[in-house]
Every structure is written in structure tokens, then in C-alpha cells.
């Protein structure tokens, strides 16, 4: 059974940094590409950040490309999103997911990831 569990989250002021992780437990992390994801009161749930099993190279959605930062660390069996200028529009539910390394490309659909976690939440102040 692989389990995600996000950490991390909290009230930020404006122009703020959070850093999210997720450990993933069950198997280990280099079976997964890992994504994160959000979702805000109201919306849609938005891809964010993509890296691949292998650590090189990253995917970014337009809206956080320059302020987030994903990375991974293998030993650890941990995924990491580093968020810096926050703004409030950044508030919502944040989720990281993993996909099957039988995945090839950037994986931005959220369908094609196959474990989820169950989220945490950011608040970012004005």
C-alpha cells in the first residue's frame, strides 16, 4: 500500500515562503515520477510542478514558474515543493501525487497519477 503525507502548510504572509514535503511510503520513490497539485475554494484542481523519478529536470505550470521550486530527495523517500513570493491567490489545498514510472514525458494530467495525498493547506495573508 503506497501512502503520501503532506507537510508543511500554514498562514503566510504575502511575499512569504512555505516549503511543502511529502513522504511516500510503501514502496520506494524512484517506482514514481511525483507532482504537486492544488486546489483553491471554488476551483479546479491545478497541476503546479512535475520531476521525474530521476531528479533531472523539472516541469513548472505557468503561474508558479520563477516562485516554486520541486525537488526530491530519494534516500529520504520525500518530494519537496519550496514556494517563495507567495501571493493570496496561492491559497488553496495543496497535493502532491505520484505517477508510475511506466509514465513517459511530463505527467500533467492529474489521471495519470496514481497515489494521492490527502492534502494541506496554505493561507496566504495580504
Known amino acids: 500500500q503506497v501512502q503520501l503525507v503532506e507537510s508543511g502548510g500554514g498562514l503566510v504572509q504575502a511575499g512569504g515562503s512555505l516549503r511543502l514535503s511529502c513522504v511516500v511510503s510503501?514502496?520506494?520513490?524512484?517506482?514514481?515520477?511525483m507532482g504537486w497539485f492544488r486546489r483553491a475554494p471554488g476551483k479546479e484542481r491545478e497541476f503546479l510542478a512535475f520531476i521525474p523519478w530521476h531528479g533531472n529536470g523539472s516541469y513548472y505550470a505557468e503561474s508558479v514558474k520563477g516562485r516554486f521550486t520541486i525537488s526530491r530527495d530519494n534516500a529520504k523517500n520525500t518530494a519537496y515543493l519550496q514556494m517563495d513570493s507567495l501571493k493570496p491567490e496561492d491559497t488553496a489545498d495543496y497535493y502532491c501525487a505520484a505517477a508510475s514510472i511506466i509514465r513517459v514525458g511530463v505527467v500533467r494530467s492529474s489521471g495519470q497519477y496514481d497515489y494521492w495525498g490527502r492534502g494541506t493547506q496554505v493561507t496566504v495573508s495580504s
Open positions: 510503501g514502496r520506494t520513490l524512484t517506482n514514481y515520477h
